[in-house]
């Protein structure tokens, strides 16, 4: 089956470590993308890419790091700099042009203690 | 700036009421509209889409929605609702020529018995 798939959609981490989740899709879609979600916020863009080896910063880059070395895979590394990364984490796909939906995977919920 | 607005946080309904969730767009955006549902500790699901032409569109589960360009919004309807339509529901936006989603912050419908 076609889809989006997150690992993990648990995550715990202590304070000052950098950690890294997965992305990865298999409907052959061009572009990519990363959103933070927290209660009463919406959902807010963090990075996103529309092809391989290129992506742009979204609303709240800061404290974030992606890369696109592959079409099939988006990984999104929150590091020590991000001063509340405790959230819920989304990652999405579409066919890249405008006017397509895009497809969610099911999220990471990272805790930071 | 570009944005979208969900004009209700919380829309509490009883079981088999009709209801709508309010949402405007900024006229900047580009009028690719779509409204997306999420259950708790999911990713989201779309529940329908307006590209062009009808401005009444049908979604999933009897949900549907009208695209008013005059009035820049995109209410989603649905005629009577059911206990597992409890969930929040997006609005969303397609922005600019990168197919760059920007959601509204979202409406918790509660479904009460």
């Known amino acids: 089956d076609g889809g989006i798939t997150q690992s993990p959609k648990y995550l715990f981490r202590k304070e000052g470590q950098n950690v890294t989740l997965s992305c990865e899709q298999n409907?052959?879609?061009?572009?990519m993308y990363w959103y933070r979600q927290d209660p009463g916020q919406g959902l807010r863009l963090i990075y996103y890419?529309?092809?391989?080896?290129?992506?742009q910063k979204g609303d709240i880059a800061e404290g974030y790091s992606v890369s696109r070395e592959k079409k099939e895979s988006f990984p999104l590394t929150v590091t020590s700099a991000q001063k509340n990364p405790t959230a819920f984490y989304l990652c999405a796909s579409s066919i890249g042009q405008g006017g397509t939906e895009a497809f969610f995977g099911q999220g990471t919920r990272l805790t930071v203690v | 700036a570009q944005s979208v607005t969900q004009l209700d946080s919380q829309v509490p309904v009883f079981e088999e009421a009709p209801v709508e969730l309010r949402c405007n767009y900024s006229?900047?955006?580009?009028?690719?509209l779509f409204w997306y549902v999420q259950y708790p500790n999911q990713g989201l699901q779309l529940l329908l889409k307006y590209l062009s032409g009808s401005t009444l569109v049908k979604g999933i589960n009897g949900f549907e929605a009208e695209f008013n360009k005059s009035q820049t919004s995109f209410h989603l309807r649905k005629p009577s609702v059911h206990i597992s339509d409890t969930a929040e529901y997006f609005c969303a936006a397609v922005s600019g020529g990168y197919n760059k989603l920007i959601f509204g912050a979202g409406t918790r419908l509660a479904v009460h018995p």
């Open positions: 890419s529309q092809i391989v080896n290129d992506f």
């Open positions: 409907l052959n879609h061009d572009a």
């Open positions: 006229s900047s955006v580009s009028v690719y």
